[in-house]
């Protein structure tokens, strides 16, 4: 990231869709964003010509959508740049970014801590999570912003005594073994779930199918109480506890919130909930860590830059923790908002 101090611009190389999430996280409206684009000419008297050129433009931000695991960012608003003079000022636009786009982000006033969530680097590489048990095995992709369902499979338990349905099973692990190739690659880590022996032989059959073409990959067994679709959180959390994911962002956030909950439980004097607490306790230099929903902040970002400012003002930290995992579901829980504090103010914690 390069960022100038006088035009208060920062350019971002997005380089994975983990890069996207923060984008969409830290824009908000009014800011000016200048990236490369293309637009539908127009003739004399308006009408389209049919044909879009590229060019490069800048427009204020009105609305961002970013849906989860699309690989796409769309800023919409007027343009306010037209270097190469397209007679499109005025008139709406919207960019779409994507890994591998250069964007320059102008605000009025950066945060130092927006500043630090664009210099954080992303994971660039993929973990995958298979959760598996005699009735069912599930598929789903850990991005720093939370989980991607992929694709489930239903299993049909075999008996014990029937070696033909012994055989069947076999030959459905199997099956699944090889639609699971596609989804695993060297840059990939992959997580196998569930109870008992079942998830070390999917392992060994994904194995030998990889060696065979030349592809080694990371791996590990995690044991869970079930497998399947609802295996796939437990996994995620005993892997997080185990220490696999530590490059993940969602590990760095989920012990974030285990620690708010932590001094929850201590004492809850120190910690501030719901945003007046919250605002109360920055504007008198009380709060060591806030720590905000990624939900809340775009949907309430005028209301909160005045807290984080006075938080980084006396020396605080802040902490954006994304929505799409279970701890962050839980921040959300409590209203998407709050702070560990110096020290014991019981006003706060009864709020």
Do not use: C
């Amino acid at each position: 990231m390069g960022f100038d101090r006088k035009s208060n611009a920062a350019t971002v190389q997005v380089t994975s869709p983990n890069d996207l999430w923060v984008l969409e996280v830290l824009l908000s409206e009014g800011d000016v964003v200048t990236a490369r684009t293309t637009r539908m000419l127009k003739s004399p008297d308006g009408t389209e010509r049919g044909e879009r050129v590229p060019t490069t433009l800048s427009v204020r931000v009105e609305k961002t959508v970013f849906e989860p695991f699309m690989n796409a960012l769309r800023v919409t608003g007027r343009v306010v740049e037209d270097p190469d003079e397209l007679g499109v000022l005025g008139s709406y636009h919207t960019l779409v970014v994507e890994a591998g786009s250069t964007l320059t982000i102008r605000k009025d006033e950066w945060l130092e801590g927006e500043l630090e969530e664009l210099q954080r680097e992303a994971f660039g590489g993929e973990v995958v999570i298979i959760s598996v048990d005699y009735e069912e095995v599930a598929l789903a992709k850990m991005w720093d912003y939370g989980i991607q369902p992929i694709a489930s499979w239903r299993l049909s338990k075999p008996r014990k005594e029937d070696l033909k349905d012994q055989e069947r099973f076999e030959r459905q692990v199997e099956k699944i073994s090889e639609e699971l190739l596609g989804h695993v690659s060297p840059n990939t880590f992959v997580i196998v779930a569930g109870p008992g022996y079942l998830k070390q032989k999917v392992l060994d059959g994904l194995k030998r199918r990889l060696e065979a073409k030349g592809v080694s990959f990371e791996a590990t067994l995690v044991d869970t109480e079930y497998g399947g679709v609802s295996g796939v959180k437990q996994a995620v959390n005993k892997a997080v506890d185990a220490g696999f994911l530590r490059k993940l962002r969602v590990t760095r956030e989920s012990e974030v919130v285990d620690g708010l909950f932590r001094e929850i439980s201590r004492d809850e004097a120190k910690v501030a909930i719901g945003l007046d607490a919250v605002k109360s306790a920055a504007e008198n230099g009380a709060v060591d860590t806030l720590i905000v929903s990624s939900r809340l902040l775009k949907a309430s970002y005028s209301q909160l830059k005045p807290v984080m400012r006075a938080v980084e003002k006396f020396g605080g930290r802040v902490e954006v923790v994304g929505e799409h995992h279970e701890k962050g579901e839980q921040l959300v829980g409590l209203g998407g908002v709050a702070a560990i504090l110096r020290y014991p103010i019981r006003s706060y914690s009864s709020s």
